[in-house]
């Protein structure tokens, strides 16, 4: 069975940090592309950034280039998301999912190939 779990939100202070973990199980995240998307209240939701299959990381919100870090670890079947400075309207329910390549629209990513999101809370 396919299944992405996401875990490490919470609350955190503005300015602080928070790492994000997706872990796969049922598949190899070795042949994906890990979107990370996230919607806040109220809104849709957003392609944050992608990690492609070599590592590397495609950006699709400009606020936070130079704040957030994508990774992956394929021998723990792990990507991450390190999210530093950490502001309020970085709040949402952040979600992974799995593809064959990278994209910044939802809709491109199989069904179920989705986590079932983790709570990021930004508040002092």
């Known amino acids: 069975q396919v299944q992405l779990v996401e875990s490490g939100g919470g609350l955190v202070q503005p300015g602080g940090s928070v790492r994000l973990s997706c872990t796969a199980s049922g598949f190899t995240l070795d042949y994906y592309a890990i979107g990370w998307f996230r919607q806040a209240p109220g809104k849709e939701r957003e392609g944050v950034l992608c990690?492609?299959?070599?590592?590397?990381?495609?950006y699709y919100v400009y606020s936070v280039k130079g704040r957030f870090t994508g990774s992956r670890d394929n021998a723990k079947n792990t990507v991450y998301l390190q999210m530093n400075s950490l502001k309020p309207e970085d709040t949402a329910v952040y979600f992974c999912?799995?593809?064959?390549?990278?994209?910044?629209?939802?809709?491109?990513?199989?069904?179920?190939?989705w986590g079932q999101g983790t709570q990021v809370t930004v508040s002092s």
């Open positions: 999912a799995a593809n064959d390549y990278c994209s910044r629209y939802g809709h491109e990513y199989p069904d179920d190939y």
């Open positions: 990690i492609d299959r070599s590592g590397g990381s495609d």
